[in-house]
């Protein structure tokens, strides 16, 4: 599969006054392959959020590099505007992101009409309609207002309204978080089923590590800013390796009994630190079980371990750096 979306050492600090800089995103670097979802975990306040934001040219990027279809869009306004017909966002609060008085109707179409598509105004109905038939809503919604439809239903809006300009990937920002159980699980069959139908590539943000399993063939984990573990969905829930994922894994039930037996409950010390003074060497070392005296003095690399298996702990440089030598053929 070709790669769609390479991030490189991307950081995106806000600087809160003269002496205080926010870290939110602190050089994170992935590579999204067509076709698939790429799951993005982490407490809230990790810098999630703003990692898909800053992708999509929402923010300003600090440092670092984006490439779309190994194109940097990010330098312009210009280049910026074409990326939203490639790249769009569902947000988490599908009612906060709705303008509450625009009709469906002209919350779906205003995208088509920014950017000058179907300016024919029979044609961007019928659009209109088959977008609203492909979200599971009827051509009756098309002169209502946000506040008229339920929770789920304003996610469909959402989903309608990124998916107007036939983007061929959607940032989903916690698209499930302000849904009820129930309705999640249809928000979800229907994300797959567009992905499906569409071919589309997803970086799916989320809290909730069970439905990242659910939805991502990866995950990564985010803490503090940076990605601290990245891998295919089955490895990274079956064996975990930063002591992070371990912790967050370890609060989740898991119906396999296999893993269950072995899995014990890892409650972490202390409180998330502040992304404005985060600490030296490893992000984690305030909360990590296993900190040696290396963790405060040295950050350790976001380092292939494993066949695409990425892991930022100082636990398994030393096991990379022995299979380095075994490979070279030193003994
Ligand atoms: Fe823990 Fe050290 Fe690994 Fe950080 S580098 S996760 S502090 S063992
Ligand atoms: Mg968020």
Redesign the pocket.
Same mark, same amino acid.
């Given at each position: 599969k070709d790669p769609l979306l390479e991030v490189q050492n991307l950081k995106k600090y806000f600087q809160l006054n003269r002496n205080e800089t926010l870290k939110a995103v602190d050089g994170v670097s992935f590579t999204l392959y067509e076709g698939e979802t790429l799951g993005i975990v982490g407490e809230s306040g990790c810098g999630k959020s703003t990692l898909g934001r800053t992708i999509l040219g929402l923010y300003d990027k600090t440092e670092g590099d984006v490439r779309y279809k190994g194109k940097d869009y990010l330098q312009t306004r210009q280049d910026r505007f074409q990326l939203t017909k490639e790249m769009q966002m569902i947000f988490q609060d599908p009612y906060a992101s709705l303008n509450p008085r625009s009709t469906v109707y002209d919350l779906i179409s205003e995208p088509m009409d920014i950017h000058g598509l179907y300016p024919n105004k029979k044609d961007r109905r019928r659009r209109v309609e088959e977008l609203l038939q492909e979200v599971g809503l009827t051509k009756e919604h098309l002169y209502r207002y946000p506040h008229e439809f339920s929770g789920g239903q304003r996610q469909r809006i959402g989903i309608a309204r990124a998916l107007a300009l036939e983007p061929s990937m959607i940032i989903a920002d916690e698209p499930l978080s302000a849904l009820d159980v129930s309705i999640q699980a249809q928000v979800v069959y229907l994300l797959k089923q567009i992905q499906k139908e569409k071919g589309l590539t997803f970086l799916f943000i989320a809290h909730d590590l069970s439905l990242v399993k659910y939805m991502s063939d990866r995950v990564g984990v985010m803490y503090l800013g940076q990605l601290?573990e990245l891998t295919s969905s089955d490895k990274l829930y079956q064996h975990p390796l *930063?002591? @992070?994922t371990e912790a967050l894994l370890s609060a989740i039930p898991i119906p396999d009994p296999d893993i269950e037996e072995k899995r014990e409950r890892i409650i972490l010390e202390g409180d998330l630190p502040s992304p404005i003074n985060p600490p030296s060497?490893?992000?984690?070392?305030?909360r990590?079980?296993?900190?040696?005296d290396?963790?405060?003095q040295v950050k350790?690399n976001f380092n292939e371990i494993d066949k695409d298996h990425f892991v930022?702990? *100082?636990? @398994?440089?030393q096991q990379r750096e022995d299979k380095k030598s075994t490979e070279a053929g030193v003994t």
């Open positions: 601290v *930063h002591p @992070y060497g490893c992000v984690f070392r305030t990590c079980p296993h900190v040696m290396i963790c405060a350790p930022a702990c *100082h636990l @398994y440089q």
